[in-house]
């Protein structure tokens, strides 16, 4: 069983930038994959950016690619996701997700979930 809880989101300015954080727990945490999606009302859940179990391999959407930075720190069994040059599109609940195998692009293939973070860009 792996637990996970966001922190971080809040209300920015567009341009501007957020850091959200993932903690996790339960015994085998740090053998999981782990990515960020995001939700905004009336969508579905997307995908914005993925990480391997030894934070070498990064995956991003194509719509946060160079302005989003997925990273891991295995030794506090903790995810991060820092947001830069923030838009209104980017507003959402956010959701750190942990999953063993699989796409990390599919939401239905991860294990557990954060209960998500609010993120709203103001223009």
């Known amino acids: 069983q792996v637990q996970l809880v966001e922190s971080g989101g809040g209300l920015v300015q567009a341009g501007g930038s957020l850091r959200l954080s993932c903690a996790a727990s339960?015994?085998?945490?740090?053998?999981?994959?782990m990515g960020w999606f995001r939700q905004a009302p009336g969508k579905e859940r997307e995908f914005v950016a993925g990480?391997?179990?030894?934070?070498?391999?990064?995956y991003y959407a194509d719509s946060v690619k160079g302005r989003f930075t997925i990273s891991s720190d295995n030794a506090k069994n903790s995810l991060y996701l820092q947001m830069n040059s923030l838009k209104p599109e980017d507003s959402a609940v956010y959701y750190c997700?942990?999953?063993?195998?699989?796409?990390?692009?599919?939401?239905?293939?991860?294990?557990?979930w954060g209960q998500g973070t609010q993120v709203t860009v103001s223009s």
């Open positions: 997700a942990a999953h063993r195998r699989g796409s990390y692009y599919d939401p239905s293939g991860y294990d557990y």
């Open positions: 339960g015994r085998t945490a740090s053998s999981y994959r």
């Open positions: 990480i391997s179990r030894s934070g070498s391999n990064t």
